[in-house]
């Protein structure tokens, strides 16, 4: 029996495996010893998705220890804080579930708050940026 006539018989014909729900690529600033919870939303059919994310930094790729992440359908929320100028650089989120393993992980750039502030407003003034905060800046705890 083939794959296709296997999920045929299995009823998941026509369901997805995970991929983005938003955009793939988000810049998240945050300051050294800052906290900064970062939601990874994927579209999925079915919804129950087991989730991984893996942290590159420093030319190191470490693989996020389930503890310090929490899972709800087909979204999971992360707590991150850097405690070195090391512990920026890229977050990855992947998900997978019965019909398959996501192709293309969903990104987050973690940079210092400073750099991302100039990055989009050539100035350091933290009000102007929260007034003023670009959508592509992902925060969850309330701050902005």
């Not at 804080?81 to 019909?99: E, I, K, M, Q």
């Not at 940079?111 to 969850?140: E, M, Q, W």
């Amino acid at each position: 029996m083939d794959e296709r006539a296997l999920l045929m018989l299995l009823g998941i014909i026509g369901l997805d495996a995970p991929v983005c729900k938003q955009a793939m690529n988000v810049v998240v600033g945050v300051s050294k010893g800052e906290r900064v919870s970062i939601k990874c939303e994927l579209e999925a059919d079915p919804e129950d998705v087991n989730f991984r994310w893996d942290l590159a930094t420093s030319g190191q790729m470490i693989q996020v220890s389930p503890s310090k992440f929490a899972n709800s359908g087909s979204t999971s929320l992360i707590h991150y804080s850097p405690a070195s100028t090391h512990d920026y650089g890229s977050l990855f989120c992947r998900g997978s579930n019965v019909v398959g393993t996501q192709m293309a992980p969903c990104v987050f750039q973690v940079v210092a708050a400073a750099i991302c502030l100039d990055i989009y407003h050539g100035t350091n003034d933290i009000r102007s940026f929260r007034k003023n905060k670009p959508p592509v800046v992902a925060r969850d705890d309330g701050r902005g």
